[in-house]
């Protein structure tokens, strides 16, 4: 018997819902881990590990214990920005997503477990985690990205995505009170400081691992009739960039979405820094506002998720960038030691955070050509974590030339003011036509 429209319907929302899980089981890897946790830690393994001038001598090569957490990370960029585009072009090849997802979840989960044995001086072992975790986060990012267009027709896919960074964001809120938790009351649980972030470390993986179960039941693989074959590593990755020339609306967008996306990723970074070294601020407090910005990008992405309904999803994005130039601005102003005014500009940010990158992944959705969906999310992923070097580097230049943290941060308007040129002037609905899919009443 044929499945009707209603069946069609379940059959997609269940699957939807499968697909939301994945930013739950993984986004506690970005706040906790990244975001929070490995840093300071690792920092601390490698100045234990450090001689009598503070360096740390990896493969023979002197580098400062402070700087190997900063180099570990690019490190681990790099490695994602040679796999993702051989991935994808196999994912698209073959239509055996699932199984890639599976490897990539499974590999960060254990890698990120893992990072539990990382006492003593052992900053190599936490280094080579760091580099697996993260490029396998980054190409599993990319997988499930892939399946937006391919899980929700045009007219849903605002609304999946942003309740996808929802799920994310409230796993991470969720997450982050527990380890904040354990983390400032470990003499209470017998544990020692260090001992109470490893617990912290692996609980991630744990999570990450256990809750990818669920996506990998309700995803399914979609057959693709078979292409070319894959190229190695920067050989693929030229040849996604000429096939994307062929498609000059879509790389305008993903051009004006790499410079406000270096913007949006250099606030997150560097707010910390600009609370601590300019406004005098404690860490109780900045990992408070961490958790505030995590709570309530929960709210705007499903706040914008609504918006785009009414007005569309580039009009709203354009209407978050205007938010982002409003809320630096203010930042500018913030008194010093009021730790008030910092959870207003924290609250600012979370409201425009979540909606801003979920709207703008599914706006990029429209723009893939159909059976291309993994090889052009690993252009977008690799815009969103490869390429976000412009905004530290401008911050920092700033800081080096006026010696003052609040011209260094309101420096980065100037990405959100350029990022808003270039996505204002890219036709979308042009751009749609022209990928071959079908054009959504509002866009």
Request: charge should be positive.
């Amino acid at each position: 018997m044929p499945a009707t429209g209603a069946d069609e319907a379940a059959d997609r929302r269940r699957e939807q819902r499968g697909w939301y899980f994945y930013d739950w089981a993984c986004s506690v890897y970005s706040t906790s881990v990244l975001t929070v946790f490995l840093g300071p830690y690792l920092t601390s393994v490698a100045e234990e590990a450090a001689d009598a001038d503070g360096y740390v001598h990896p493969l023979g090569i002197p580098v400062r214990a402070g700087s190997f957490f900063a180099y570990s990370v690019s490190l681990s960029v790099i490695v994602a920005v040679l796999v993702m585009p051989l991935v994808g072009a196999a994912a698209d090849r073959t239509g055996r997503k699932k199984p890639l997802l599976a490897a990539a979840a499974y590999t960060g989960a254990a890698a990120t477990t893992a990072m539990f044995l990382l006492g003593g001086d052992r900053y190599l072992l936490g280094g080579f985690l760091l580099i697996v975790a993260n490029a396998a986060s980054a190409v599993g990012t990319m997988l499930y990205n892939s399946y937006l267009p391919q899980i929700a027709p045009p007219e849903e896919r605002d609304a999946v995505s942003s309740r996808g960074w929802a799920f994310g964001y409230a796993a991470g809120s969720l997450v982050l009170v527990v380890n904040l938790v354990l983390y400032t009351a470990h003499d209470s649980f017998g544990l020692s400081e260090g001992m109470a972030v490893r617990v912290c470390l692996a609980s991630a993986g744990l999570w990450w691992g256990a809750f990818t179960l669920v996506p990998l039941r309700r995803l399914r693989d979609r057959r693709t009739e078979v292409r070319e074959a894959s190229a190695p590593g920067f050989r693929q990755l030229a040849a996604t960039i000429r096939s994307m020339r062929r498609h000059p609306l879509t790389l305008a967008f993903l051009l004006a979405y790499l410079v406000y996306n270096d913007g949006i990723q250099t606030v997150i970074s560097q707010a910390s820094v600009y609370g601590s070294e300019e406004l005098g601020l404690g860490q109780s407090t900045l990992i408070g506002a961490v958790l505030l910005v995590q709570v309530l990008a929960v709210a705007g992405a499903l706040g914008m998720g609504r918006l785009a309904r009414t007005y569309g999803a580039k009009r709203t994005i354009l209407g978050s960038l205007v938010a982002w130039t409003l809320t630096l601005a203010a930042g500018y102003f913030l008194p010093a030691g009021a730790p008030v005014w910092f959870f207003v500009l924290a609250a600012g940010i979370g409201l425009v955070l979540g909606g801003s990158q979920a709207l703008s992944r599914s706006l990029f959705s429209h723009l893939v050509p159909p059976g291309k969906e993994a090889e052009y999310f690993s252009a977008y992923e690799m815009s969103d974590r490869g390429m976000s070097w412009l905004g530290p580097l401008l911050f920092g230049i700033t800081y080096q030339l006026t010696g003052s943290y609040r011209d260094a941060i309101i420096s980065l308007v100037a990405f959100f003011i350029l990022g808003f040129a270039l996505l204002a002037r890219v036709p979308v609905r042009q751009a749609i036509r022209d990928a071959g899919n079908p054009v959504p009443e509002k866009i």
